[in-house]
């Protein structure tokens, strides 16, 4: 059973939590708030694995 989803998703939701929690500080001007972002990578990770699986491509069955 091929998981590339699960893949995806991860890397997806690593990179989310790597440009909310801590590019867009630094863009800012602003301190990073490590504590935000140690909570914002789990959550990141799950809404990762959701995209990612609702984003995979569906087989498409011939009748």
Do not use: C, H
């Amino acid at each position: 059973m091929n998981k590339s989803w699960v893949k995806f998703g991860l890397i997806w939701g690593t990179l989310m939590a790597i440009i909310m929690n801590i590019g867009f500080p630094l863009f800012d001007g602003e301190a990073i708030n490590w504590t935000k972002a140690a909570i914002g990578l789990p959550v990141w990770l799950v809404f990762g694995l959701i995209f990612g699986y609702v984003s995979r491509k569906k087989p498409v069955k011939k009748q």
